[in-house]
């Protein structure tokens, strides 16, 4: 079966600048997830979908992020306008249903804003 | 508010031996799961192994076991017979269906 796929998978752009990543999960998989990974730490996750719905998107910060999940498949998250602490890899992950199942994650984006 | 602490930075094995990694949570929950992730220097995490907190028997995964202590909320991952491809960021998990954390994770180093 396919696995989780990620675009791109660098990304340079200028503070101030806008940015997207695209997220397809594994197919049949209902929940998806963003997080971001800063150097030499654990994932944070952004926000998660069940389906096309963001059931926690509480660590978004949703005056520059914004992310969608049309038709419960793939995703774009978006930053807009970038700054330089945005910094980081972009994981996308999906699992069948729920937080008890085992997330398949993508290979990352990896943003640097200069 | 849960969280998850994994103390050992980074981690050295010699090739063949055996290496513990340590992971302690804080939760008020008695419903959840616990996982292992590796990520490999090319980034991709997969999973290692998984427990879920209502059995008492310490999953195993090959050369991967676990040693869960619910009670004292620790769930170490031990590798028997280390080998090269096992270098990498290993990160504990703790989730539930809503919710998950995971720890600032292990380098860990294998010694040829």
């Known amino acids: 079966e396919a696995g989780v796929v990620q675009s791109p998978r660098y990304k340079i752009i200028e503070k101030k600048q806008p940015v997207a990543f695209w997220c397809n999960p594994i197919?049949?998989?209902?929940?998806l997830y963003w997080y971001r990974q800063n150097l030499g730490q654990g994932p944070e996750l952004l926000i998660r979908?069940?389906?096309?719905?963001?059931?926690?998107d509480s660590q978004l910060p949703k005056d520059r992020f914004s992310a969608e999940r049309l038709k419960g498949v793939d995703s774009t998250l978006k930053i807009q306008p970038a700054e330089l602490g945005d910094s980081a890899v972009y994981l996308c992950a999906s699992s069948h249903f729920g937080g008890r199942d085992t997330q398949y994650f993508g290979p990352g984006t990896r943003l640097t804003v200069l | 508010a849960q969280t998850v602490t994994q103390s050992q930075p980074e981690m050295s094995v010699q090739e063949a031996e055996t290496v513990t990694l340590s992971c302690t949570y804080d939760?008020?929950?008695?419903?959840?799961?616990l996982f292992w992730y590796k990520q490999p220097p090319s980034r991709q995490m997969i999973l290692v192994i998984r427990q879920e907190a209502y059995k008492q028997q310490n999953a195993t995964e090959n050369r991967f076991s676990v040693n869960f202590q619910k009670a004292a909320k620790s769930f170490s991952l031990k590798i028997s017979d280390s080998q090269l491809g096992d270098a990498a960021m290993y990160f504990c998990?703790?989730?539930?269906?809503?919710?998950?954390?995971f720890g600032k994770g292990t380098r860990l180093h294998i010694l040829p």
């Open positions: 979908y069940e389906n096309e719905e963001a059931v926690d």
């Open positions: 197919s049949g998989h209902n929940t």
């Open positions: 998990a703790w989730t539930r269906d809503d919710k998950i954390i």
């Open positions: 939760t008020s929950e008695s419903d959840y799961y």
